[in-house]
């Protein structure tokens, strides 16, 4: 009996994962390109432009790849990362996800101040992996979301003419971004 209800159990746990007997609505393949407005918590003076190629599957379930480069206060960051959403609402024109994914992320100073005659900071580009975690909606073709990427921070050094007073000086990489794309590909289906 035992027997019989493991597979009972598993038998509607794959019918429920499974979407072989339903007619996808929507295309599965698509591209999401756009720009958007980036920064830190109460400064989204920076901006940013994205690609994504997308592969959906049961009307569902999004798993991607996002290319984005973001220009932020004397930073820039490039980042590629594998992403997946999750379609919540799946109506007529209107679909909301949400999702996350894992990154790499590539930081680079893009200028700043000089911090004395006796003072020099050497801010190199630094490689670290996080994830962004986002929500939003698509609408026919046009793309709107939020997002908040998880980037670890940068340490830099300050190395004054008396070296043994130098402070290390720690540069916040996490940002927000609202992003806003048009969807080639991955409409409805006629």
């Avoid at 973001?70 to 997946?84: P, Q, R, V, Y």
């Avoid at 939003?136 to 043994?164: C, K, M």
Wanted: a positive charge; glycine letters at 12%; proline letters at 5%.
């Amino acid at each position: 009996m035992r027997k019989h209800a493991c597979i009972l159990l598993v038998s509607l746990l794959f019918s429920k994962i499974t979407n072989a007997q339903i007619e996808p609505l929507y295309k599965p393949f698509k591209i999401d390109i756009g720009l958007g407005i980036t920064g830190q918590p109460f400064d989204m003076s920076g901006f940013l432009f994205y690609v994504e190629p997308s592969f959906t599957f049961g009307n569902r379930f999004k798993p991607g790849l996002r290319f984005e480069y973001a220009i932020l206060d004397m930073k820039n960051i490039g980042s590629s990362a594998l992403t997946f959403d999750y379609y919540f609402i799946t109506t007529h024109r209107f679909r909301l996800f949400a999702g996350g994914g894992y990154s790499y992320y590539s930081t680079s100073s893009s200028g700043g101040c000089d911090p004395g005659p006796s003072t020099t900071q050497i801010i190199r580009s630094t490689k670290n992996s996080g994830g962004p975690v986002r929500i939003g909606f698509d609408l026919d073709h046009f793309h709107l979301g939020l997002e908040y990427n998880i980037v670890p921070s940068t340490f830099v050094t300050a190395i004054g003419s008396d070296a043994q007073n130098s402070p290390t000086v720690i540069y916040k990489n996490n940002y927000f971004a609202l992003k806003i794309g048009v969807n080639i590909g991955g409409g409805k289906k006629k």
